[in-house]
């Protein structure tokens, strides 16, 4: 037989029970914040990877090396000695684009590493088309019509090309990058930057 509650123990047993829950659940979500970060410390590549090349160290930061050139932080996909295949050609100068509008012919992913380096030197960025009499390439670009028509004697201009050759080079004031952009953006800085 079961014995018969008086309301007050009935009640007194219900706020023990919701006090006890109630404590189990801020001990789970204590350790469980402590827990995610120590598992985010372990995990965190930026403070345990770092290699030196070229007189600089770099350091794992997510999918970027970082490093300090000139008291300034800058980010890349490649390390200098994963670019050094490719083909730099001409003189590339962080000042020429200082404080200047940038422009971009077809961008894509390594735009923007391009900007997350510079960004801060130019005046402001913009997609454009290209009119080059003295270019030895063709440039495709559709949207055209609505896209300022920018040229290489006057304008900083940066075009994504589709040569199959690894290199990067220099006609008047535009810099070609062929593909891997990726690849090709990075040694484009690292040679602006005087690493390589």
């Excluded at 995990?43 to 090349?53: A, L, N, W």
């Excluded at 992913?109 to 801060?120: K, P, R, V």
Aim: net charge negative; glycine share 6%.
């Amino acid at each position: 037989m079961r014995k018969i509650e008086v309301r007050e123990d009935t009640e007194k047993r219900k706020k023990r029970n919701y006090i006890i829950m109630g404590s189990i659940l801020i001990v789970l979500l204590v350790f469980s914040s402590v827990g995610y970060s120590f598992l985010q410390n372990a995990g965190d590549d930026s403070s345990t990877d770092s290699i030196k090349e070229n007189g600089l160290t770099f350091i794992r930061y997510g999918e970027y090396w970082k490093t300090i050139i000139q008291n300034s932080e800058f980010y890349f996909k490649y390390l200098p000695s994963e670019v050094s295949n490719i083909s730099v050609m001409g003189t590339y100068n962080l000042q020429e684009y200082s404080g200047k509008p940038l422009y971009f012919v077809n961008p894509g992913f390594a735009t923007g590493e391009i900007l997350q380096n510079i960004n801060s030197y130019v005046s402001r960025y913009q997609e454009a088309c290209i009119y080059s009499e003295t270019s030895s390439l063709e440039i495709q670009n559709k949207n055209c019509s609505e896209l300022p028509i920018k040229n290489c004697s006057e304008d900083n201009v940066i075009i994504f090309t589709n040569s199959t050759q690894m290199r990067v080079w220099k006609e008047g004031s535009c810099v070609y990058l062929s593909e891997e952009y990726t690849q090709s953006a990075d040694a484009f800085l690292y040679s602006m930057l005087r690493v390589i």
